[in-house]
């Protein structure tokens, strides 16, 4: 009895498949048919601005520590208001694995994936991008956020206590509450 | 000139059975594709029908490489013997009532026998490649083709029987009342089961188990060799289908609309693509599992066939 059920199952199976004959391929024929991509799909990276379209990143190296395979290089600098931003930053996208880790260890959204993986190259330094093919002009997916409107950092133009929601500093040296 | 064993009808059949092997190829990966709800190769040409020629090529030009190890003189007759014997075993089907090579009395044992000499090239392929996975295959395909030749045979028994002869071609005309698939439905369920084996293919590929042996007997194959073991394999593949088709389906005959051979190449596509299907559907069964099934189930079921076949011919004393 055991025996019959199993060389039934086996024909079941055969007819199982058999049915798929009728059924659609999933296949996309990627050339020519594009998939669809969704706006969190993980693919190139681009560093953003902010509203004002100053540079969001502010080099705290975040991103190069939480990349895996160590393909993010940066170096800070400083500008006359006081403003941090990268001197270079350097993705190598032939290591890159598109985790997307950088983009959740960034404290000020700069560094985002967008929906774009056709980025082949015939010459491989191709694949390393330097800050001036990173960055893009607009606000990628955040589009209000300003990391110096809200930060307490003072910058030029921009005093302590003067950002957003930001109280005025407190004067240790009084007594007062 | 026309006729059995003409100039003409021996290359017609040789060409086309090779390049229908090397087309099994495509039809595989396409039939597949279509089950596992992809759409395999359609890139070259229409419907993907040059990836055959894109495939020769590039296999021609390979690197053949011979392991520094290997006993050479045989490490190279074992895939020529693959190939004779896969082709060798065409020479003696009816294809038609006109087309075919030979018609031996003793047809259907030498066919058996071809089958049965392939295994050879499994055994010194992988006995000549001096490699611990290769001599495991060889192995398991020596003792898969023992304990399946056995009730392969003796389910066709049943078939001489009934027909009274060795010759497939009588055995074709004695099909004129009724298709063997009817009297003996035991004994094609048992030599579809049995030709699976013979031909090492899924479900009973554990010869050449990629998962568990590396790629069996030819692991140490490449280039032009690997290509005859794989269009060998493809050969006994059509060769099976063939033979279903003469012992147990009519071969030729079939109603007056088609000319025969039309009906000989339609019954054949079907078991070819019967074949496919298996491998599409069913696991492979782990080695033991295989063995005890071929003696436990396969034999006697076919010894019970063959007592009742026996029996019933002698009953109605024909």
Known sequence: MKLLSL??????????????????????????????????????????????????????????????????ALKKTEDDDGRWYPEFFRINFSRCIMCGFCEEACPTYSIQLTPDFEMCEYNRQSMVYEKEDLLIDGTGKYHDYNFYRVAGKSIGGKDKGEAENEAAPIDVKSLMP | MNGVGSIINIFAILLVAVGIAAYLTWLERRLIGIWQDRLGPNRVGPLGLGQVVADMVKIFFKEDWIPPFADKPVFILAP???????????????????????????????????????????????????????LMGSLRAAAQTVSYEVFMGLALMGVVMLSGSFNLREIVEAQQDGWFCVSQFFAFLVFMVAAVAETHRTPFDLPEAEHEIVAGFHTEYSGMKFGMFFVGE???????????????????????????????????FGFVCVFILLRAALPRPRYDQMMSFGWKVMLPVSLINLLVTGGVALWLGT
């Open chain 1, 7 to 72: 060389l039934l199952s086996q024909f079941t199976g055969m007819w199982l498949v058999l049915t798929h004959t009728f059924s659609k391929a999933d296949t996309v024929q990627y050339p020519e048919q594009k998939p669809a991509l969704f706006p969190r799909y993980r693919g190139r990276i681009v560093l953003t601005r902010d509203p004002d379209g100053q540079e969001r990143c502010v080099a705290c190296n975040l991103c190069a520590v939480a990349c895996p395979v160590d393909c993010i």
């Open chain 2, 234 to 268: 493809y050969l006994s593949v059509l060769f099976s289908s063939v033979l279903v088709v003469v012992l147990f389906f009519g071969g030729w005959l079939g109603p007056d609309f088609l000319p025969p051979l039309a009906w000989m190449a339609l019954k054949t």
């Open chain 2, 80 to 134: 020529a013997i693959i190939m004779t014997t896969a082709m060798l075993s065409f020479a003696f089907i009816p294809y038609a009532p006109d087309i075919g090579v030979i018609d031996l009395n003793i047809g259907l044992l030498f066919v058996l026998g071809c089958t049965s000499l392939s295994v050879y090239a499994a055994v010194l392929g992988g006995y000549a490649s001096q490699n611990k996975y290769a």
